[in-house]
């Protein structure tokens, strides 16, 4: 097979394992955290959230680990984009989401705080050990306070709980917990191959093209790797589920920046300079505050500020293809 060619079917199966493996880990996740019973926004900001960023998990930190640091910073700029300007918004014009005060006191916060660490990481052109260290440790800290704050719910709460999980992921987990671990490990199997894959086949496609890696970050990658938040928010929505939906978006671009791109910046180095990224930074600023002001004066998001995320995307898109 010509290079080029197997560099397309290294990036096809990678998605497709990265796809697949989202589904099983999230189905497997999903369904162990609902016998906890545990809220089910709780698990869309939590559970789902961080099983719908491991593709962009595996993909930075094994781009970081081959000093591909543009396709790190460009993966998680980029899936917070589409986050918002795909997902959110095709979420919203299927069925207008209401936002949980909770997301609105302290999420909305959070997302907006991660966001602008992105240009104050990279003021001096790189993201530090220092700086990653530091995301890591807010990302930890994040998770333990929600799930610490979700274990006041009562137990009334158990079976809103699984209804949402399996409105989330589209699978009805089976009941035994050791199934529901081995489904878990099985996924995130799967998304460690899919990554190794995605990378290598995107690389390759990027040099034979002459594109930079940074744009093939932000564009094949970006949306490749946000599938699993597309399907879940897609068929919460659907199912009326929407904070299900709204968590999973939120919690995945906190997630995005705090634990990825510092796990990233952990395993290599990340280069990127504000003044070249200024496209992408005021997508994403942008985009954050549209969200944000919708769901903390509004408490939901919708269709007006769905078609404007929408088109922003596009707009974004079409910007990245003219440069």
Known sequence: MPPLGLDI?????GLALLYFGAEWLVGGAAGLASSLGIRPLIVGLTVVAYGTSSPELVVGIGAGLRDQGAIALGNVIGSNVANLGL????????????????????????????????????????????????????SVGYTVWMVVSS?????????????????????????????????????????????HFLVNGAVGIARVAGMSEQVIGLTIIAVGTSLPELATSVIAAIRGHG??????????????????????????????RVEGLAVELVALGAMTLVAAIAMATRRTVGRLEAIVLLLGYVVFLSLLALR
């Open 9 to 13: 079917g290294q990036l096809v199966l």
């Open 87 to 138: 997902i959110l918004a095709v979420a919203a014009l299927i069925k207008a989401p209401r936002v949980d005060r909770q997301i609105v006191v302290r999420e909305v916060p959070v997302l907006l705080a991660a966001t602008a660490l992105v240009p104050l990481a990279l003021l001096d052109g790189a993201v530090s050990t220092i700086e990653a260290a530091g995301l890591l440790a807010f």
């Open 151 to 195: 274990r006041r719910g009562g137990a009334e709460e158990v079976a809103e709980v699984a209804a949402g999980a399996a409105a989330a992921t589209g699978v009805k987990p089976p009941r035994g917990r050791r199934t529901l671990a081995l489904m878990t490990l099985a996924g995130l199997a799967m998304l460690v191959g899919g990554g």
């Open 243 to 272: 904070d299900i939906a709204v968590g999973n978006v939120v919690g995945s671009n906190i997630f995005n920046v705090l634990l990825i791109l510092g796990a990233s910046g952990m395993a290599g180095s990340i280069h990127g």
